[in-house]
Every structure is written in structure tokens, then in C-alpha cells.
């Protein structure tokens, strides 16, 4: 009997690493999975995901080739790309919730700030789709439980957009395609707060003030002086989406 017990214990020691070892050797590709999934649902257009290298023994990560597709009624390409983000994680709270992530951050992130034929853009969509509060929605029920059977829960202590820049395609206006202009730095401190917050909630704080930033830079730069007349609605549009999503964001 001793000698049963003894392994059956040892069966159930095996099966625990082997699944531990499963897990971690595909970590890279489940966050991976789980960026293109939630942040699908969050925006409201297909995100795609290059690589993912995570070192939990090392506390950090890092994420390469993401990118945000146009939103429908508009082009093939992009709205978004934000190369390589790099990313620290607290080891000691993987296995714990929330999963805190001392600093995220992201250098040169590119917009490609489009208008179509109805004087809309794809930056002024992806907004509504955040202001109409579909895509969270969706993203917290397929979100992750912790082992406690808690919906899991991240704390980010600072996230960071710098050095990036926005590129407009303004053709449908009757303006020439290739206007520049940079993109305001972004930082926010202690995103899902120290008890932190459901993925879906964390993802939609930090879009919309990238997305703040891109309407501002649009609004006030050199790409915004470009669309008057007929195209000014636009720049109104976009201004009154952001003010509206960064009131509820800084209450």
C-alpha cells in the first residue's frame, strides 16, 4: 500500500512538471495568441502579432511586429505598426493576481492616419468601436481566470509611447498622400491601479490614450492645417472622440 502511495505521488509530481514544462515552453506563443485575440475584440479590427520572446526567469519580454489592420471601409494596410515593445515582469507574481508588469514600453510606434471617401477615419473608427464599449465587453468574457478561479487581473506600473510619428493618407480629401507629423509621447502610471484590472480594461486605458495622442496630432499639426474645408469635420470629429474618451479616463 505504502509503496502505491508512494507512486501515485510520484505520478502526479511527473504530470505537474510535464504541464509546467508545457506551459513554459509555449508561453511566447500563448501571449502571443492572447494579444491577437483581446486586442482584436478591444479595437474592433484584426491585430496581428510578429514574435513574442518572454524570460519569466529574467523578468522581462518582448513583443515584435505588432500591428493594427484598418478597420473596414478602408485600405489594406494598417492603421497601426509599434515594432518592438519591451516589457518587465515581476517573476515572483506570475503564479499570483495580479501579474504585475513594472514598466511597458514602446519606441517609435507609427500611425497611418487615413481618411476615406465619406470623410471618415480609420483612427475616428477604431474609436467608436472603443466608445461603444462592444469590444471590451467581448474581451472580458473570453478573458483568463487565475487559478483562484478570479478573473485574472494585470497591474502595469508604467507604460510608455515615445519618438513615433503619424503618417496621413488625406487623397480622399484632394490632398497628396505622405504628410508627417510627430506623435506626442504618451506615459501612464499605474495602469489597473495596485490591486490592477482585467486585461480587456487594461488594453482599452492604453489605447485610448494612444489614441488620444494620435488625434491630437492630428488636430493640431501640420496634417490638421491640411484638412480644411470640406475635410475640417474630420479634425472635429476626432477631437470631440478623444475629449470624450479622455474624460472618462482621467475621472
Known amino acids: 500500500m505504502k509503496k502505491v502511495l508512494i507512486l501515485g505521488v510520484a505520478a502526479v509530481i511527473v504530470l505537474v512538471a510535464v504541464v509546467f514544462s508545457y506551459v513554459l515552453s509555449n508561453l511566447d506563443s500563448i501571449v502571443k495568441g492572447a494579444i491577437e485575440q483581446y486586442g482584436s475584440e478591444i479595437l474592433g479590427t484584426r491585430v496581428r502579432v510578429g514574435a513574442v520572446d518572454i524570460g519569466l526567469t529574467e523578468g522581462r519580454g518582448t513583443i515584435r511586429g505588432l500591428r493594427v489592420a484598418n478597420p473596414v471601409g478602408f485600405s489594406s494596410g494598417d492603421a497601426f505598426s509599434l515594432g518592438e515593445i519591451t516589457i518587465q515582469i515581476d517573476p515572483e507574481s506570475v503564479t499570483g493576481n495580479p501579474i504585475v508588469i513594472p514598466q511597458v514600453k514602446i519606441l517609435a510606434p507609427e500611425v497611418h492616419y487615413e481618411v476615406n471617401g465619406k470623410a471618415h477615419s480609420n483612427v475616428n473608427t477604431i474609436l467608436d468601436n472603443l466608445n461603444s464599449g462592444g469590444g471590451s465587453s467581448e474581451a472580458s468574457k473570453s478573458a483568463p481566470d487565475s487559478d483562484a478561479g478570479e478573473p485574472l487581473r494585470i497591474s502595469i506600473g ?64 501640420k496634417i490638421g492645417s491640411m484638412v480644411k474645408g470640406a475635410g475640417q469635420g474630420v479634425v472635429d470629429e476626432a477631437g470631440k472622440a478623444a475629449k470624450g474618451f479622455l474624460d472618462k479616463v482621467l475621472k
Open 158 to 221: 508604467s507604460f510608455v509611447f515615445e519618438e513615433g510619428n503619424v503618417s496621413a493618407d488625406l487623397s480622399a480629401l484632394g490632398h497628396k498622400t505622405g504628410l508627417t507629423t510627430p506623435l506626442p509621447a504618451v506615459r501612464l502610471e499605474s495602469v489597473g491601479g495596485r490591486s490592477g484590472a482585467e486585461p480587456a480594461e487594461v488594453g482599452e486605458q492604453i489605447a485610448k490614450a494612444f489614441l488620444g495622442s494620435v488625434t491630437r496630432a492630428v488636430s493640431t499639426g
